[in-house]
């Protein structure tokens, strides 16, 4: 059998497959990339174990969780085990701290289905101390740069042509302004960290020492930036993308309201999928009805409302960037001008998208 493993690095940066044999209900709250949950214990036979190990002790924890996991369901659960198993030769299986639950497993694998597989020593807690100090070891050494600018210049764009990029957005899946949230939801707070973690550490793996960063608040939607790492962004010299008026509008047509109707739709389906991204961008300018005024919202309500109705007859988008361009003018690019304002002192360079991305291409660490 190959030897179990706390080989962490190795594991994250080649992508090993992994089972976690923890309950749903752990898994859930965080977990690793492309990890498949195949538990020993569903959250009920989990909780009666945790109450019995309480209350009575281990051995008496052992015996009721191998009457619960006994039979037809114990034959299920290994059967789904080897089945990974023998797809996945090369992999591990682990529980939260590496012990009895890996064990057992390991255990019922070799004695039920003769396979010897290997778990991760330490396992998932050991894991994800190794990330979250793989975050905390890169803030202390590598070298951040921003990128800022009016809503629309493009951002995103830059982040997609440096092989030294951290997208904080695309990790969180969430675009960070108010009408950022796409068709599907978020990572939970955990596994957005761990995918952050790891997309550092094949990063430096590379030899990158330098990273860039969009400009983000503390929170990407509802997701933390790990506060090390934004405390490092808050004094991190800053380079401003620049775009045209005309330009940005048509970006935020074609990413808010082009693409985000096309994820609705592939989500959800023909027949629903539009009325979910119709009510999404009802629901992102109702979020800021207070920092708009009433009088505001009221208008650019109606507008969007006559946009959507006109999309869904005809298919035409061309009335969105009423509301996109007063949205612009009216709302984002006061609050981002008096931002530059705060931040003006960090600037060492502004542009257009090509010429930034050629600054960051060459910039050296500082």
Not at 58 to 84: D, M, N, P, T, Y
């Amino acid at each position: 059998m190959r030897d179990n493993s706390a080989h962490f690095r190795d594991i994250f940066l080649h992508d090993i497959p992994m089972m976690d044999v923890r309950a749903p209900v752990e898994f859930t709250k965080g977990a690793f990339p492309g990890v498949i949950n195949l538990p020993l214990m569903n959250d009920v036979e989990r909780q009666k174990v945790g109450t019995s190990y309480k209350q009575d002790g281990q051995q008496a924890a052992i015996e009721l969780g191998h009457k619960l996991v006994s039979g037809e369901l114990k034959q299920a659960r290994i059967e789904a085990w080897a089945a990974f198993a023998h797809e996945h030769p090369e992999g591990f299986l682990y529980c939260f701290r590496g012990g009895l639950r890996s064990q057992i497993t390991q255990q019922w694998l070799k004695t039920e289905a003769g396979i010897q597989y290997p778990r991760i020593i330490g396992g998932y807690k050991a894991m994800r101390n190794f990330l979250i100090g793989v975050t905390e070891q890169a803030v202390a050494e590598c070298d951040f740069v921003l990128i800022g600018g009016l809503t629309g210049t493009g951002k995103t764009e830059v982040l997609q042509q440096l092989d030294n990029a951290l997208d904080l957005e695309g990790l969180a899946n969430h675009r960070g302004s108010s009408f950022g949230k796409h068709a599907t939801p978020q990572p939970g707070q955990i596994d957005f960290e761990n995918q952050l973690s790891i997309d550092i550490l094949k990063k430096r793996a590379k030899h990158l020492h330098q990273f860039v960063i969009e400009d983000e608040g503390r929170i990407v939607g509802s997701r933390a930036v790990p506060l090390e790492l934004y405390r490092t962004m808050q004094a991190a010299p800053l380079v401003w993308l620049e775009d045209s008026f005309e330009g940005r509008v048509e970006r935020i047509l074609k990413d808010y309201v082009i693409d985000l109707c096309a994820e609705f739709i592939e989500v959800q389906g023909v027949e629903t999928g539009f009325a979910g991204y119709a009510e999404r961008l009802k629901q992102s300018l109702s979020s800021i009805v207070r920092r708009l005024g009433g009088e505001r919202y009221q208008r650019l309500s109606a507008i969007m409302d006559s946009a959507l109705e006109e999309q869904e007859r005809s298919g035409d988008v061309d009335q969105h960037r009423a509301w996109i361009s007063a949205m612009l003018s009216e709302y984002y690019d006061p609050m981002y001008v008096h931002q530059r304002d705060s931040k003006n002192a960090r600037i060492e360079f502004a542009g257009d998208q090509a010429a930034v991305v050629e600054y960051l291409r060459h910039r050296t660490a500082r």
